[in-house]
Each structure stands twice: as structure tokens, then as C-alpha cells.
């Protein structure tokens, strides 16, 4: 049982009843203030209830169009981005930016006969904004609305506004180095700062210069054809100064948004355990309070699928009387099948419960939220070191930031007077750093110093709005050295052009081309899916780590991991023959593997398959039961990753000083093997290796690049 140390009391005075985890409440001047007049409080449901009668959904989506806060601004912002080249767009989440803003221009005849790209950071974000504004539009996703994300495409000649992520934007650089297919680019969610945001902003002032270049307009030649590209930033913070610095002072515009006041609510105490806080809370809110969605945060998918289950079997226990909870699962990686739960109506005398990753913070807007419990945890991306880790990026679960924390309470408010709970304490809250740290300062910049090099633009001298840290460059390079996708003189090699061709990390990319030449892409582009996967194959929680181990038997290889992930793949290409898709699902569950990890690498696979044609790999070739040549392909790609038994037990990585234990996860988890390579490194009390194979000495050693050090 947790201790409460104090009771809060609500805006107006009056004692609230004690619940049985004790918040304190927020100082006033934390409080999100209204910023509509009477007329915007209205609530969206109840507008729509007002409207939809008379011509069915049609007619409420307009309508609702129609009174969103950025719709009275509509023209003035037409004017203001047909007269600057960029301009900087900042309003509260929900105004109507990356749903509206597209359309406008479009409407207005402002994109030209050029396409309008929306960029998202996040693949749930680029194809549900999608989705919305293809029913706005109403016509299916895909013909005029589309989108685009890595191993999923939905768009057509006859696309004119695309939603994607930033990466994959960079990625078209490749093929198309001054976009010419988009007559505007919006750049959404910039103050998220992820790493291809950042690359793709210090692109397109590059691209921008070429483009609206007049001398170039009116001049012969190929510049003579290009149009003009507008630019715009949007974001829901207020840190529009250095976007508009960056871009040369350009226009910054405010929309204001429409907030209801939200109650902040902190923990007396902090929090031992955010998942288990978390579920005492929700229920809190669902036997004590109104009607109102709940909108969990937390920072991953684990957590997610987690405490869904925990709340599932409380609510299952719940006298009769009380309503119904309605579960949403909301990250990253979640399919577009699965996102139309998120935004229907909740079903009457029903609460619905979101549970979300940052991703709710600012990217989408989720109607019916009273109550927001913030765990106030994310997980972030960042490098560790090869002094003293894997030189990989790896994702730590962390404290979240001052504007995390404030975009999270605001989420309550959206349609009107709204909670907030913190599972942490005002003081936690109060040490917050403001903001992240952007992610060119702290993750790998291997895949994106291929994609440079491939463009003939090197790290160092792009002009970014934050410069990379020298040694993180310096490792980068290093890292595509070791994978001959450099040379001795940095220069790129036809080996690092088709790697950046392969939609996949660098070290996977590598792999694949290593079995081109081994003659085993079958068997490698099998791994190779499920490794590039959004979600892990095996569940291996600790507690049940006994019972799937037993039931993972069959599938057991002695040569490890990746082989054990053939295997499986192999198992249900078999069971997908015959079996319903409820079927493979039941035989997951039995086997305790991830359905959604299969589907997803058997579609990801696919997409492979047609980019090794495009690139003349036959992926029919395969080894048969010999596998040495796949082993020896995965040692090219993770060569990184090799270390060798020590007499102790334990292991030495063969390039870098860390000491790391086999993952008990893994099948070789007791075994005694003079060399293995893992996929990835997790920091616990000890440093694990998970994803093992056993591999024999000389094929470490032939790598050249070793061979190179030892002369
Ligand atoms: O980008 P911004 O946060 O300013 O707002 P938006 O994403 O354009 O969302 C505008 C409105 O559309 C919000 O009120 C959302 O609730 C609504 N919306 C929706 O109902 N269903 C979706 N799938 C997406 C947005
Ligand atoms: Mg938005």
C-alpha cells in the first residue's frame, strides 16, 4: 500500500475526495489557461451531434472543419506562406495544423502542379493523419491523400498530398536531390528535432536556394525548369526563434489554439513502480469519477501491452454496474488496421482508456480525453559509446522533459475543464530539464553519413541548426569504414551505395549484400525481416521466461539465435499456408512468439524481395542446410559485435573493452562458445548480449578490415 501524505483540493476551493494515491495539486501558474471565447468552448462531440442528422458524417467532418481554431485564420495564412519562402507555424496541439494547413494550400492553388509532403516523425502519426484527411477529403487513402513510410507506401499518380516520415523524405534525396516532385514541404512536429528532421532541414535551405534561385528560373539549362519550393515548419511549442533563425529570419506565425484549464495533480511520494501507480490511478478515475476518456503515458510498447492486460483483467472483476473499459493501445509501431478505435466515438455507458507513448503528446489529437495520467517516463534514443558499449544507439527508458510534461497535461483539456495525474512529485517535476536534447547531439549518425555520403554531402560541412559532436562523427565513420562502405579516404565505396540503397541499417545492409556473394539471401533476408521489425519475436519477460523457453523447444538452434529465428520464420511460412489468420495467431500464442513481429517481417520481407530485384540480387538463391555462409554474412554486418570467451565465462568484445554475459533470453544463454556475434547489447546489472550466435574464429578474422589493423 502506498503512504498519502496529503489530500489536494480542486480549483474551486472545495476538498476533494481522498483518493487512495495522493496528488498534490499544481501551483496556478502551471495551469494551461482558456484562450477561446464562449463560442469555442463547445465541445467538437456535441457539435458534431448538432450536425451530423441532417447529411450523415460528410456534412459533421466539414462542419467540425469548419470550427477548428486555425479555420478563422484560413486566408491570412494563405496570404502570409504565398508571400515568404518559409514560414514558421506554431499553434496548440489540435488547432488544425498538419490536417488543415495541407488542404488550404491545395485549395488555394498554392502547390502548383506539385505534390504537398507532410513530414511526421513517427509512422502511426503519417499514416493515421492520412487516413483523417483522406476522409476529410472524402475519397480513400491513397488517390488524392497518401502516404509514405519505410516498407509501407500508400500513394498513386494522382496523390497530391502525402504524408510521410522525415526519413523517408531524406531517403527520396537519394534518387531526387532537390525533391522536385513537391512544390511545398511542410515539416511538422520540428521541435521534436529528430536526427531526419534535422538532416532534412539543412537540405531543404540547400534545395530551397537552387530552386527559387530567379537567375536560375529564367536562365537556360536544366534550372531553368525548376519550380519553386515553398517550405514550412510547424510545430506546437514556442521555440519558433531558431527555426526562423535558421531560415534566414523567416516569417513566424501563431495560431491560437483552444485549452481548457486542467488540474495538475502530484504524487505525495515518488513513485517506485509507474506501471503499477498507473493502474491503481486509472481505476481511481473510473470508480470515482465522471464520464471522460483516460489517456495513460508511458514510454513504450512493453509497458503498453503490459499494464493493457493488467487493467483488462481489474475491469473484467468490476461489479456489474460499472462501465465497461474500452482498451486503445497507441505507439509507434502500431498497424493502420488497428488505429480506427483510437479516434470512433466511445461506445456509450463504455470508458474508453488510451494508452500511449509520447507519441499523444503533440502528434495526434485524441477526441474525448478528460483525464491524462502521466507516468512521466519516455524512452529516448540514444548512442552509447563504443569506449565503453555497443556503438549503437540504444533505447533508454527516461525521465521525461518540463514541455513533455506540459504538452501531456494539455491533452486533457481539449474539449473542456480537464485532470492531469503525475505519477511524480511537484519537485521532480520542478527539476525537469526543459527541453531535449536534439537528436543529432546524441544518437548514431552511421545511416545518415551513408545517405550524405551517397548525396556528396559530408556531415562536417552541412549547415545544421545543431552541430554533431566530432567524436560521434568520427565513430560513424569508422563504423561504415569497417563495413567497406568507406574507404581509407572516407570515400564511399560501390559496396556503401547499394547498402544505402537496402532500406535497412547499415550493418543489416551489409549482411545482405555479404550473402549476395555467399549465395544464401534467402535464408539472410529471413533474419534480416524479423531483425528490422518494429517489435521483438521471442516474449522473454522474466517470469515466463521458463515456460517459452520450453515452448520454443522445437525451434532451438545450436548455432543460436538467428538461426533460431530461421527456423521459426520457416514454421509459420508453414502454418501460413493452411492456417486463418486466427489461427497463426493462436500458434504464436502457444509458442509464446510475437504475431505482430511475424506479420510485420514477413511484410517487410516482401518489400525486400522487390528492392533486391530492383537491384539484380537474386533472393531465390539459397544454401540449403549448410550454414556456414549465412554465418558468415552476419559476421560481416556485425563484426562490431563479435566477442570471445573469456576463462571466467564471460566474453571480451573483439572491439571494444566492454565485458558482456549471453542474454538469458538467448538459446546459447549456458553455453561455453569460443566466439560469438550479437545483434544488440541491454545495460541491467550486468552488460547482456541478446540475439547470439556462435561463430567460428577464422570468420571474425577473415574480415579485412581486421586484417588491415592486425598488418
Ligand atoms: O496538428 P494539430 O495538432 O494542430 O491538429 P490536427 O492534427 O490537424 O487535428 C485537428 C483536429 O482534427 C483535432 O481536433 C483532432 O481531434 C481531429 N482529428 C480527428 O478527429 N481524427 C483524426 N484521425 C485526426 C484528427
Ligand atoms: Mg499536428
Not at 522525415?166 to 527520396?172: I, K, P, Q, S, T
Not at 530492383?614 to 560481416?636: F, H, Y
Not at 559485435?641 to 566474453?651: E, H, I, K
Request: proline share 5%; aromatic share 6%.
Amino acid at each position: 500500500m502506498v503512504k498519502f501524505k496529503s489530500r489536494p483540493s480542486t480549483p474551486n476551493g472545495k476538498p476533494a475526495k481522498r483518493p487512495r494515491m495522493a496528488y498534490m495539486e499544481d501551483s496556478d501558474e502551471e495551469r494551461t489557461p482558456v484562450k477561446a471565447g464562449k463560442k469555442n468552448l463547445e465541445s467538437p462531440k456535441k457539435r458534431m451531434k448538432s450536425a451530423a442528422p441532417v447529411s450523415g458524417k460528410q456534412h459533421a467532418i466539414q462542419e467540425q472543419r469548419k470550427l477548428l481554431p486555425i479555420a478563422q485564420g484560413r486566408d491570412a495564412l494563405i496570404h502570409e506562406i504565398r508571400e515568404n519562402d518559409v514560414t514558421v507555424l506554431i499553434g496548440e496541439t489540435g488547432s488544425g495544423k498538419t490536417t488543415q494547413i495541407p488542404q488550404y494550400l491545395l485549395e488555394s492553388g498554392l502547390a502548383g502542379k506539385g505534390m504537398i509532403a507532410v513530414t511526421q516523425p513517427r509512422r502511426v502519426a503519417a499514416t493515421s493523419l492520412a487516413n483523417r484527411v483522406a476522409e476529410e477529403k472524402n475519397t480513400e487513402v491513397g488517390k488524392l491523400v497518401g502516404y509514405s513510410v519505410r516498407f509501407d507506401e500508400t500513394s498513386s499518380e494522382a496523390t497530391r498530398i502525402k504524408y510521410v516520415t522525415d526519413g523517408m523524405l531524406v531517403r527520396e534525396l537519394l534518387s531526387d536531390p532537390i525533391l522536385s516532385r513537391y512544390s511545398v514541404i511542410i515539416v511538422d512536429e520540428a521541435h521534436e528535432r529528430t536526427l531526419r528532421t534535422d538532416i532534412l532541414m539543412a537540405n531543404l535551405k540547400a534545395i530551397q536556394q537552387k530552386r527559387n534561385k530567379p537567375t536560375d528560373r529564367k536562365g537556360k539549362g536544366p534550372a531553368a525548369a525548376l519550380s519553386p519550393l515553398k517550405i514550412v515548419i510547424m510545430s506546437a511549442t514556442l521555440d519558433a526563434e531558431k527555426f526562423s533563425s535558421f531560415y534566414n529570419k523567416a516569417k513566424i506565425l501563431y495560431v491560437k489554439g483552444r485549452q481548457h484549464p486542467v488540474t495538475i495533480y502530484h504524487t505525495a511520494t515518488s513513485q517506485a513502480d509507474y506501471v503499477d501507480s498507473a493502474l491503481r490511478t486509472f481505476f481511481q478515475i473510473h470508480t470515482d469519477r465522471p464520464p471522460g476518456d483516460v489517456l495513460i503515458f508511458l514510454p513504450g510498447q512493453e509497458d503498453i501491452e503490459g499494464l493493457s492486460s493488467s487493467i483488462q483483467l481489474y475491469a473484467n472483476r468490476l461489479p456489474q454496474a460499472t462501465p465497461g473499459v474500452l482498451l486503445c493501445p497507441l505507439y509507434a509501431a502500431l498497424p493502420p488496421g488497428q488505429q480506427t478505435k483510437i479516434f470512433s466515438p466511445t461506445p456509450k455507458g463504455m470508458r474508453k482508456c488510451i494508452l500511449a507513448t509520447n507519441i499523444a503528446e503533440t502528434s495526434i489529437t485524441i477526441p474525448g480525453v478528460k483525464y491524462v495520467i502521466d507516468t512521466g517516463k519516455c524512452k529516448e534514443k540514444r548512442y552509447i559509446a563504443r569506449s565503453v558499449g555497443s556503438g549503437f544507439d540504444t533505447l533508454l527508458t527516461r525521465d521525461i522533459t518540463k514541455s513533455s510534461a506540459m504538452q501531456r497535461a494539455g491533452r486533457a483539456g481539449r474539449e473542456g475543464p480537464g485532470f492531469c495525474f503525475r505519477l511524480y512529485t511537484e519537485d521532480a517535476f520542478k527539476n525537469m530539464p526543459l527541453s531535449a536534447e536534439p537528436e543529432i547531439r546524441r544518437c548514431t549518425l552511421t545511416a545518415s553519413l551513408l545517405q550524405l555520403k551517397c548525396l556528396g554531402q559530408d556531415l562536417e560541412e552541412l549547415e545544421f541548426m545543431d552541430k554533431p559532436d566530432e567524436e560521434n562523427i568520427l565513430s560513424a565513420l569508422a563504423a561504415l569504414y569497417i563495413l567497406g562502405a568507406l574507404d581509407d579516404k572516407k570515400a564511399l565505396t560501390k559496396n556503401g551505395r547499394d547498402m544505402a540503397f537496402l532500406p535497412l541499417e547499415p550493418y543489416l545492409a551489409r549482411v545482405v549484400l555479404a550473402a549476395r556473394e555467399l549465395g544464401c539471401v534467402r535464408e539472410i533476408l529471413d533474419i534480416v525481416s524479423v531483425l528490422s521489425s518494429n517489435s521483438k519475436l521471442f516474449f522473454d519477460s522474466a517470469d515466463q521466461r521458463d515456460a517459452a523457453l520450453e515452448a520454443r523447444t522445437k525451434f532451438r538452434h545450436s548455432s543460436g539465435d538467428h538461426f533460431t529465428i530461421l527456423n521459426v520464420v520457416r514454421s509459420f511460412d508453414e502454418i501460413a499456408k493452411t492456417e486463418t489468420n486466427a489461427g497463426k495467431k493462436d500458434w504464436c500464442h502457444k509458442t509464446y512468439l510475437n504475431f505482430r513481429c511475424l506479420t510485420e517481417a514477413v511484410a517487410i520481407r516482401t518489400q525486400l524481395k522487390e528492392v533486391c530485384e530492383r537491384m539484380k540480387i537474386d533472393w531465390t538463391a539459397s544454401c540449403g542446410d549448410n550454414e556456414q555462409p549465412v554465418l558468415r554474412s552476419l559476421v560481416r554486418g556485425l563484426v562490431q559485435n563479435a566477442a570471445f570467451l573469456q576463462p571466467d565465462g564471460s566474453y571480451k568484445q573483439v572491439m571494444g573493452p566492454s565485458i558482456v554475459k549471453i542474454h538469458p533470453g538467448s538459446v546459447l544463454c549456458d553455453k561455453k562458445i569460443p566466439a560469438i556475434i550479437y545483434d544488440e547489447l541491454v545495460y541491467t546489472t550486468n552488460i547482456y548480449a541478446r540475439g547470439v550466435s556462435a561463430v567460428p574464429r577464422s570468420f571474425i578474422a577473415e574480415v579485412p578490415v581486421l586484417n588491415h589493423r592486425k598488418a
